[in-house]
């Protein structure tokens, strides 16, 4: 069995240098991932951004062309065979005639030291469906099914793929109180998802993912701090930037400011340093309208992962320019 002795030092999770390549699409592309035991990570990108590739690398399920996965120390296979990780995926066949209570108690017993059946439905809010047939229930009934059967085994690590996505506002947060009751006992949760507000209501730490690697890896606040902390606008008639449109370029030069956005008569401005910014719009006598509010995780999202995207597209042949460095930063927070 390869890797080194799962010892209790060892990582929840490291993944180092994992490649995988699908004829021209890199979809993971060099990620170097460490989760420590009871963290709670959320995957964070969108359609396409290789979130259940890495997942699928990480549970052993595929093999990376390049780099290592290991978990607790060992393979994924062994921490999967010793009963160490559980996992609820996007897909999976619905299996025919039996019983949501017979499905999460045969789960059960594959695990040496599984938690009771009806706990694990309890904990998943289905204790009613118990006695229903799984291939009878609905899209988000049988979502929340999955979830019984990630947790029915007690494992250490429970790794999640997009597991809200097809939960009603209700059963959404009756998923997340779950989840961090299940996480608050020690566990180790990853969860993949596209709603920026899950995963910084959720997790301990956001993982950005675009393009099959890493943009971004720190708490919310520090991901709207290396996107621009704060948005800046004030109206532009009668300042010295409303020459006939002529003047505002000068706005992307003023201290603080990353980006610039004009429309009509109002700027929109994205700054690193607020206060540095008003002083410098106040000695110019732009101050009509101004508004100064913190990045919405939305702004630092868009702005994180335009920067992979307006790199060239990652291909087999050759990578995009490396997006994680201009926000090393973050990385040091
Ligand atoms: N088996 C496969 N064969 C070919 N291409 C694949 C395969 N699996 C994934 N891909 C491609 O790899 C890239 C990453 O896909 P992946 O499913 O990991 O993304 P994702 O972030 O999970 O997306 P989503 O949020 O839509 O589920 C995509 O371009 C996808 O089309």
Known sequence: MAGTPSGTGAAAVRMTGAVKVFGAVRAVDGVDLEIARGETVALLGRNGAGKSTAISLLLGLDEPDEGTVRLFGAAPEHAVRAGRVGAMLQDGRPVPRVTVG??????????????PAGEALALAGIAELAGRR?????????????????????????????????????????????????????????????????????ADRIVVVDHGRIVADGTGEQLRRAAGGSLVAFD???????????????LSLLPGVVSLEVRGERARLRTDDPDATVIALAERGAIRGLEVAPASLDDAFLALTATASDAAPATAS?????????????ETV
């Not at 017979?102 to 938690?115: D, H, I, K, N, W």
Request: charged share 20%; glycine share 10%.
């Open 318 to 330: 050759g990578a995009a320019s490396d997006p994680v460095a201009r926000l090393a930063p973050l």
């Open 102 to 115: 017979e499905l999460v108690g045969f789960v059960a017993r594959t695990y040496p030291s599984p938690m």
């Open 236 to 250: 532009l008639a009668g300042t010295a930037f409303d020459l006939a449109g002529a003047g505002t370029d000068g």
């Open 134 to 202: 799984f291939d009878r229930l609905s899209g988000g009934q049988a979502q929340r099914v999955r979830f019984a059967v990630a947790l029915v085994g007690n494992p250490a690590l429970i790794v999640l793929d997009e597991p809200t996505a097809a939960l009603d506002v209700e059963a959404r947060y009756a998923f997340w109180d779950s989840m961090r009751s299940y996480a608050r006992h020690g566990h180790t949760v990853l969860f993949s998802t596209h709603y920026l507000e899950e995963a910084d209501a959720n």
